[in-house]
């Protein structure tokens, strides 16, 4: 079993930052690959970045790309995701999800096993 936890959401305006963390437990986080995503209100969850395990290979959403870092410290089992520039449209309810010694970097929700609860970011215009 893992156990993930977020935290680092909370209520900024546009073009401020912040940063994510996403902490496992339970299982060798080293073979995890982590992805994170997203879901605001009456719409589905969608993929925001994701980092592999083995070879550290991140993927982006096109909506992200430039603006968001996901990188990890096996140190510390977790993974973080820097938020830069972040707009209004960046807000929704963040989740971390993992798999194991998934090869690559799953881009649906089906691709990982086990999810956190969730953290709450909001961007004020």
């Known amino acids: 079993q893992v156990q993930l936890v977020e935290s680092g959401g909370g209520l900024v305006q546009a073009g401020d930052s912040l940063r994510l963390s996403c902490a496992a437990s339970?299982?060798?986080?080293?073979?995890?690959?982590i992805g994170w995503f997203r879901q605001a209100p009456g719409k589905e969850r969608t993929f925001v970045a994701g980092?592999?395990?083995?070879?550290?290979?991140?993927n982006y959403a096109d909506s992200v790309k430039g603006r968001f870092t996901i990188s990890r410290d096996n140190a510390e089992n977790t993974v973080y995701l820097q938020m830069n520039s972040l707009k209004p449209d960046d807000t929704a309810v963040y989740y971390c999800?993992?798999?194991?010694?998934?090869?690559?970097?799953?881009?649906?929700?089906?691709?990982?096993?086990?999810w956190g609860p969730g953290t709450q970011v909001t961007v004020s215009s």
């Open positions: 980092i592999t395990w083995s070879l550290m290979v991140t």
């Open positions: 999800a993992a798999r194991k010694r998934l090869p690559r970097v799953g881009l649906d929700v089906n691709s990982y096993d086990y």
């Open positions: 339970g299982s060798s986080f080293s073979s995890l690959t």
